[in-house]
């Protein structure tokens, strides 16, 4: 059986449902640009490249036009570095899974598209922030997932081989990143992204990798 020395982790719609507090603040977005707000399903389908990749889709959605992302990004992000951590809440399964993994002394970090800063509020608004000796959001380095930088810094940092680690995520972005880093890949079917290519294994729940 596969027991890895280091599981990576994404955030969004992996450890935490965060659609409601995202969508509050599109929502403030879109209103100060003099629009209709959105639904919390159809930003769910918008989530997962990165906040400026999200207001591009939530401006294209509402028919603005992009020159106006610079200043709608700014208003998503002064409001939701007040509002990440209201609605957030884990999925079932997760505190299981990191419990697991820290009775066996496996290494756990974060990988997400998110803007950095907002990781850590978001990690302390669940109570998991104590699990991860290493997170790295979507401006950290020059690329984001999908590509395998982030991955490749995380894997530098924990002095890990790519054979004895694990990426655990909820879309294509997180498949193919860990498929660039030479990492395994496992899939959960809950959350926002499409899943198009295929992970070493697909869950339902995290608690479903107990043991590993």
Not at 26 to 52: C, F, P, Q, Y
Not at 132 to 157: I, T, Y
Not at 189 to 202: A, F, I, M, R
Request: hydrophobic residues 40%; contains cysteine.
């Amino acid at each position: 059986m596969f027991k890895p020395s280091l599981v990576i982790f994404d955030l969004d719609g992996t450890l935490v449902d965060s659609v409601g507090d995202l969508t509050h603040a599109i929502n403030h977005m879109l209103t100060r640009l003099g629009v209709s707000e959105v639904t919390s399903a159809e930003v769910r389908g918008w989530i997962g490249d990165g906040a400026k990749v999200l207001v591009e889709r939530a401006l294209v959605h509402s028919g603005l036009k992009q020159d106006q992302s610079a200043v709608a990004l700014e208003w998503f992000l002064n409001c939701y570095r007040t509002s990440c951590a209201v609605h957030t809440e884990c999925y079932d399964g997760v505190q299981a899974l990191l419990n697991y993994l820290q009775e066996q002394s496996i290494a756990m970090a974060l990988v997400s598209n998110k803007p950095h800063e907002l990781i850590e509020p978001v990690l302390k608004h669940v109570g998991i922030d104590q699990y991860f000796s290493w997170f790295a959001g979507g401006d950290r380095f020059e690329h984001k997932k999908p590509h395998p930088q982030p991955l490749e810094a995380c894997l530098a940092f924990f002095n890990c081989d790519p054979a004895h680690a694990l990426m655990i995520g909820d879309s294509d972005n997180d498949i193919l990143a860990a498929r660039g880093a030479n990492v395994r890949a496992i899939a959960v079917d809950y959350g926002y992204g499409s899943l198009l290519h295929q992970p070493d294994q697909t869950v339902s729940s995290l608690a479903q990798l107990i043991p590993l």
